[in-house]
């Protein structure tokens, strides 16, 4: 699936990832090609909170290596903010919730995603899934 279409230009500095940098080669390997490159390959997936910023469901690493490579901008596909799926703070930043339950295992993403009806964001999640499973 081609997810470019909807995908929109943003700063990763208005993007707070959901996790910190787990693999240091990992982030490496994407800054070097980010360098190169610039950004290549699926775009973030982000929840609005409604003023241009976003928390990023997918793509932590991507999106770290983004401001070391110092992009301007990031596709992502935005998430509209609404009354079931809500952004909190956190000790470690800010968490995703959706109907009050937190969202910290990707599956839980998918279902909340799923039962809101949006399609994109679920395939893009499952796009994340496979490419991981290929590395």
């Given at each position: 699936?081609?997810?470019?279409?909807?995908?929109?230009?943003?700063?990763?500095?208005?993007?707070?990832?959901?996790?910190e940098v787990?693999?240091?080669?990992?982030?490496?390997?994407?800054?070097?090609?980010?360098?190169?490159?610039?950004?290549?390959?699926?775009?973030?997936?982000?929840?609005?909170?409604?003023?241009?910023?976003?928390?990023?469901?997918?793509?932590?690493?991507?999106?770290?290596?983004?401001?070391?490579?110092?992009?301007?901008?990031?596709?992502?596909?935005?998430?509209?903010?609404?009354?079931?799926?809500?952004?909190?703070?956190?000790?470690?930043?800010?968490?995703?919730?959706?109907?009050?339950?937190?969202?910290?295992?990707?599956?839980?993403?998918?279902?909340?995603?799923?039962?809101l009806g949006?399609?994109?964001?679920?395939?893009?999640?499952?796009?994340?899934?496979?490419?991981?499973?290929?590395?």
């Open positions: 699936m081609d997810f470019s279409d909807n995908a929109v230009d943003l700063s990763p500095r208005r993007i707070t990832p959901l996790h787990r693999d240091a080669a990992k982030l490496a390997a994407l800054v070097e090609s980010m360098r190169a490159d610039g950004w290549v390959g699926r775009p973030l997936l982000v929840v609005d909170y409604g003023d241009g910023d976003g928390v990023a469901l997918t793509g932590s690493h991507r999106h770290a290596a983004a401001l070391v490579a110092q992009l301007t901008a990031v596709p992502v596909i935005l998430i509209p903010p609404c009354e079931r799926l809500t952004i909190e703070p956190s000790l470690h930043g800010l968490d995703v919730y959706f109907d009050g339950q937190r969202l910290h295992e990707d599956e839980a993403r998918i279902a909340a995603l799923r039962e949006y399609a994109e964001g679920v395939a893009l999640m499952e796009a994340e899934f496979a490419a991981r499973a290929d590395e």
